[in-house]
């Protein structure tokens, strides 16, 4: 008797103590509450390692997240402070594409980003330091001309320029029929700074001595920003020529072309280059720095061009003057 009522105290102290146990995991009987949310955090706020960019461009802005909201608030700073709302309920996804524009400011490399919690002022980050540029209405004047210009001069090319990129190129072309552009002659200079100048030692570019040349401004970051210098007359004798002859009209693929050459005020050394018309043929080199003063003995090769009656040509250039070109007559091969 007495054994049998040691083991029913027992097994009701046991219960006793499973019940306890499972009261004290779920938290009552209401099955357990949850853990609390991770403190929210905003950090590395960045811009994919760009930090300028024109008006229009797409700035990527990113930044890494943690916890809650999960909206944010992102703001364009000026100079540190806040000039306009760029988004004003974001997903917190930690990536925020948006459309460069200065909301009224002066262009400048002192803006910036702040991402910050939606109703949590403390969860925020922010990076300085990054140029916008307007380029809205973008324009260039010149303001200098020249009747004749003589090749080898220093001419000061000059010009106004409103709301550009800061970096222009200036072309050489042949003037055309009322006031048009003709044909463009060579590169005066590829991204020079927009200050307003430019020094060029006058060169036709082996055009030669023209009555009708005019230069062309253009901003190298914004299209169709640009303005058309005015017609002068630039003399030039003294240019490169190069005869590129000995391909006959058609010759058997693997034959032995003697490619003979001359040139007129150059190096002496030209770049041979294989040409569909006036299309450089895909892995076209045919050889480089070749002496005009030695025949070239080429094995004919349309380096695997299969096209049918393809016309080509030999381009002869320059290695001190890539403008200083020759070209050969036309002639086929055949396979």
Not at 49 to 73: E, F, H, K, S
Not at 239 to 247: D, K, L, M, R
């Amino acid at each position: 008797m007495r054994l049998l009522q040691t083991q029913v105290a027992g097994r009701a102290l046991l219960a006793l103590l499973i019940v306890a146990v499972i009261g004290a995991g779920c938290g009552g009987d209401d099955g357990g509450s949850p853990p609390p949310p991770p403190p929210c955090a905003i950090s590395d706020l960045n811009t994919s390692q760009q930090n300028a960019w024109l008006t229009g461009d797409i700035i990527n802005i990113r930044w890494l997240q943690n916890g809650v909201p999960g909206t944010v608030v992102i703001e364009l700073l000026k100079a540190g402070a806040v000039v306009d709302t760029i988004a004003a309920a974001a997903a917190n996804s930690g990536f925020y594409p948006w459309l460069a524009d200065i909301s009224g400011q002066s262009s400048g490399s002192d803006f910036g980003f702040r991402v910050t919690g939606t109703g949590t002022a403390a969860c925020t980050d922010q990076v300085d330091g990054l140029t916008i540029r307007d380029v809205n209405g973008c324009s260039y004047t010149y303001t200098a001309g020249a009747d004749s210009v003589q090749a080898g001069d220093e001419f000061e090319i000059t010009w106004l320029g409103v709301n550009t990129s800061g970096v222009v190129d200036i072309e050489l072309w042949t003037s055309g029929i009322g006031g048009l552009l003709g044909d463009k002659v060579g590169d005066i200079a590829i991204g020079a700074p927009d200050n307003g100048s430019y020094t060029w030692t006058v060169d036709s570019f082996n055009n030669g001595t023209y009555d009708f040349y005019r230069y062309v401004i253009r901003d190298a970051q914004v299209a169709d920003c640009s303005v058309n210098g005015p017609r002068f007359r630039m003399i030039d004798d003294d240019i490169c020529t190069i005869g590129v002859t000995g391909p006959p009209m058609a010759v058997d693929l693997g034959d032995t072309v003697l490619i003979q050459l001359e040139q007129r005020g150059g190096s002496g050394f030209v770049d041979l280059r294989l040409y569909m018309g006036n299309e450089f043929l895909r892995g076209g080199v045919i050889a480089d720095n070749v002496s005009v003063l030695d025949n070239y003995k080429w094995a004919a090769t349309d380096f695997g061009n299969l096209g049918d009656n393809t016309r080509y040509n030999i381009r002869a250039v320059g290695v001190a003057d890539p403008y200083c070109v020759g070209r050969s007559d036309d002639f086929t091969i055949n396979r």
